[in-house]
T-cell receptor
Framework: QKEVEQDPGPLSVPEGAIVSLNCTYSNSAFQYFMWYRQYSRKGPELLMYTYSSGNKEDGRFTAQVDKSSKYISLFIRDSQPSDSATYLCAMSVTNRDDKIIFGKGTRLHILP | NAGVTQTPKFQVLKTGQSMTLQCAQDMNHEYMSWYRQDPGMGLRLIHYSVGAGITDQGEVPNGYNVSRSTTEDFPLRLLSAAPSQTSVYFC??????????????FGPGTRLTVL
C-alpha cells in the first residue's frame, strides 16, 4: 500500500461549483498536512497547511483532516476557471520539510 | 524579492554529459531542497540542506551531487547524465524557524531531457 494515495483525475466541474479533492494515507504518524497548487509548467505553491486534525479555512478554500479515517480533503467554494490546476496533497510526520511525502496530484478543470 | 530562481529553464543533454542546475533564493531561508517530478510519480526529494555547509540525501540521490557554500545558492550537479534523469527539477526553500513544512517555496523548475 502506498503511503499517500491521490486520484489523478482529471476532475472537471462547472464554474461556481464546490470542488472536493481528497487524499488517503496509511501512516498514522503523519501530523502535518499540506495542499499545494501547481499551474501548468510552474512550480508548486503552498496553499493550505494544517497541523493534526480539524478544519482550516482561508477564503474560498477549506482544508479538512480526519486522522481517525486517515483522510484529508480540500474544498474549493465558488470555483473559478483560475482554480484550474493540479492539486498536490502532502504530509509529514515531523515539521521538517525533508520528510514530506507528496501525493501524485489531482488535475482539476473548472469549466466556464 | 525574486523568491526562488532556477536556471536554465530547459536543457537537453546527451547521455554521459555533466551539467549543473542552478538554484538561488533571496529570502534568507536556511532550508533548501531539490526535487524531481515525473509523470505518475509525484515529487521526490533528491538532496536537502539545512544550512551552508550541510547537505543530506533524500529519496533518490543516486547520480546527483550537491554542495551549499552560501545560504543563497544550492546547485545540483548531474555527474554523468542518463535517460532516466529526464525529468522536471524543482528547487525549494523554507524557513527553519517552524521546521519548514509551513513555509516551503518552490522555484519555476528546470525541464531536463537526456537523449
Amino acid at each position: 500500500q502506498k503511503e499517500v494515495e491521490q486520484d489523478p483525475g482529471p476532475l472537471s466541474v462547472p464554474e461556481g461549483a464546490i470542488v472536493s479533492l481528497n487524499c488517503t494515507y496509511s501512516n498514522s504518524a503523519f501530523q502535518y498536512f499540506m495542499w499545494y497548487r501547481q499551474y501548468s509548467r510552474k512550480g508548486p505553491e503552498l496553499l493550505m497547511y494544517t497541523y493534526s486534525s480539524g478544519n482550516k479555512e482561508d477564503g474560498r478554500f477549506t482544508a479538512q483532516v480526519d486522522k481517525s479515517s486517515k483522510y484529508i480533503s480540500l474544498f474549493i467554494r465558488d470555483s473559478q476557471p483560475s482554480d484550474s490546476a493540479t492539486y498536490l496533497c502532502a504530509m509529514s510526520v515531523t515539521n521538517r520539510d525533508d520528510k514530506i511525502i507528496f501525493g501524485k496530484g489531482t488535475r482539476l478543470h473548472i469549466l466556464p | 524579492n525574486a523568491g526562488v530562481t532556477q536556471t536554465p529553464k530547459f536543457q537537453v543533454l546527451k547521455t554521459g554529459q555533466s551539467m549543473t542546475l542552478q538554484c538561488a533564493q533571496d529570502m534568507n531561508h536556511e532550508y533548501m531542497s531539490w526535487y524531481r517530478q515525473d509523470p505518475g510519480m509525484g515529487l521526490r526529494l533528491i538532496h536537502y540542506s539545512v544550512g551552508a555547509g550541510i547537505t543530506d540525501q533524500g529519496e533518490v540521490p543516486n547520480g546527483y551531487n550537491v554542495s551549499r557554500s552560501t545560504t543563497e545558492d544550492f546547485p545540483l550537479r548531474l555527474l554523468s547524465a542518463a535517460p532516466s534523469q529526464t525529468s522536471v527539477y524543482f528547487c525549494a526553500s523554507s524557513y527553519a524557524g517552524t521546521g519548514g513544512t509551513d513555509t516551503q517555496y518552490f522555484g519555476p523548475g528546470t525541464r531536463l531531457t537526456v537523449l
